[in-house]
């Protein structure tokens, strides 16, 4: 069965492409020319759902995607949904932009969250979420990973998300857990729609 994955992100295909290979499943990559759909959900979940939803109208394939950010407590969530276009700039800019709004702040509990959806032919959709719980630092540590990366420590580390070494960060973060959480559900639900394509 073949996957069309919502992002041109080729590390994010390669990711899923090893996870989901163990289920039959062939993830093919979104044309380069595909449109980038609004993202106006309320939530993770509704956006990933939202460009599953794209993707599997134009290409015709069952699609999965994916949507993350960095929920901040004592910013009531914020970036949160808007994490990738919280400012104007890059990563940088959008660090910067944060600490300056964390000012004065005692409260640095946060998480990384990741929502992963799928939109099958018949209409059955599907999305989990995982998250990864640390503190927001007050200025950024290591060179490593992206976005929010250098200001998310994680206690059981002692070091933030930009100072572990990538296979580690790789078997802890949101992502994978939301992945982990999402194989499961999807393997369930094949095997369900299987059953129901028997019985007819």
């Known amino acids: 069965m073949r996957f069309v994955l919502a992002s041109h992100n080729k590390k994010k295909m390669t990711e899923l492409a090893a996870i989901l290979d163990e289920l ?38 069952p699609a999965i995607a994916d949507d993350s950010g960095l929920c ?11 994490s990738a276009r919280y400012c104007a700039g890059d990563d940088h800019d959008r660090n910067t932009f944060l600490l300056q709004n964390m000012a004065g702040r005692d409260n640095r509990s946060c998480r990384f969250v990741c929502a992963i959806a799928c939109v099958l032919p018949n209409g059955d959709t599907l999305a989990v979420r995982g998250e990864c719980e640390g503190e927001l630092m007050c200025e950024c540590h290591g060179e490593g990973g992206f976005g929010y990366d250098p200001l998310f420590y994680v206690p059981a580390y002692g070091c933030t998300f930009g100072e572990l070494a990538p296979e580690i960060k790789n078997r802890i973060s949101h992502r994978t857990r939301a992945l982990q959480t999402f194989k499961q559900a999807l393997k369930e639900l094949l095997e369900h729609n299987t059953q129901e394509m028997g019985s007819c």
């Open 24 to 61: 039959g499943i062939e993830i093919v990559p979104l044309p380069a020319d595909a449109p980038e759909p609004v993202e106006d959900g309320a939530s993770f979940e509704e956006n990933a759902l939202i460009k599953a939803r794209a993707a599997a109208s134009l290409t015709g394939l």
């Open 72 to 82: 901040v407590d004592a910013l009531g969530g914020a970036p949160g949904i808007y």
